[in-house]
């Protein structure tokens, strides 16, 4: 089985991931203070240079103000 970071799939929930943001209005530093990080954490999640396991995902869905479900779905994972 193919590592899913390597996915398609994987790719568009990057993707969504950066336009929640966007859409959040929030910057990848504004995102990284939050989280008690720095700015290059949120870009290397984004980036797919790091893994982004399920309460990070969490996390940044609660920061974004959508649910993890609904996140899901616009991406086809539900």
């Given amino acids: 089985m193919q590592k899913s970071r390597y996915t398609q799939k994987y790719s568009r929930m990057l993707g969504a991931l950066r336009a929640a943001r966007v859409e959040a209005g929030l910057t990848q530093t504004?995102?990284?203070?939050?989280?008690?990080?720095?700015?290059?954490?949120?870009s290397k999640c984004e980036s797919g240079e790091r893994r982004i396991d399920v309460i990070e995902l969490s996390l940044f869905c609660q920061l974004y103000k959508v649910t993890v479900s609904d996140f899901l779905?616009?991406?086809?994972?539900?």
């Fill in 30 to 42: 504004d995102v990284a203070k939050r989280f008690g990080a720095h700015a290059s954490f949120v």
């Fill in 73 to 78: 779905r616009s991406i086809g994972l539900d």
